[in-house]
Nanobody
Framework: EVQLVESGGGLVQPGGSLRLSCAAS????????MSWVRQAPGKGLEWVSA????????YYADSVKGRFTISRDDAKDTLYLEMNDLKPEDTATYAC????????????????????????WGQGTQVTVSS
C-alpha cells in the first residue's frame, strides 16, 4: 500500500523553527520528485517546494525562499522540510506529494502547480505559527 505520512508539525511562535518529515512507502521513492504543498484555512492549495530524486536542485515558492529548506534521504525513503523564521502566514496544513518529474518550467523559475499531476499525497500535518 502506498503511504506518505507527514510528521513534525505543531504550534510554534513567530520566528521559530520546525522540521517536517514525510515517510514514504509502497513505491519506488527515488524514482519520484517530491513536493511540499500547504493549505491555509479557507484558502486553496499552495505549492511550497520541490526536489527531484537523486539529490537534484531544490525549488521554492517566493513566499518561503530563504527560510525553508527541502531535502530528501532516498536511503530512508524520507522527505524533509526545514522551516525557519516562521511567520503567522505560514500557518497551514502541510502535505507531501509525489510526481514522476518536476515540470520543465521549474528549471527556468516558473513554478506552475497542478495538483492533478501528483500521483501520491500524504494526509498532511498541521503547522500553526502564533504567539
Amino acid at each position: 500500500e502506498v503511504q506518505l505520512v507527514e510528521s513534525g508539525g505543531g504550534l510554534v511562535q513567530p520566528g521559530g523553527s520546525l522540521r517536517l518529515s514525510c515517510a514514504a512507502s509502497g513505491f519506488t521513492f527515488n524514482n519520484y520528485a517530491m513536493s511540499w504543498v500547504r493549505q491555509a484555512p479557507g484558502k486553496g492549495l499552495e505549492w511550497v517546494s520541490a526536489i527531484n530524486g537523486g539529490g537534484g536542485s531544490p525549488y521554492y515558492a517566493d513566499s518561503v525562499k530563504g527560510r525553508f529548506t527541502i531535502s530528501r534521504d532516498d536511503a530512508k525513503d524520507t522527505l524533509y522540510l526545514e522551516m525557519n523564521d516562521l511567520k503567522p502566514e505560514d500557518t497551514a496544513t502541510y502535505a507531501c506529494a509525489a510526481i514522476m518529474s518536476i515540470p520543465h518550467p521549474y528549471s527556468c523559475g516558473y513554478y506552475l502547480f497542478f495538483p492533478g499531476d501528483y500521483k501520491y499525497w500524504g494526509q498532511g500535518t498541521q503547522v500553526t505559527v502564533s504567539s
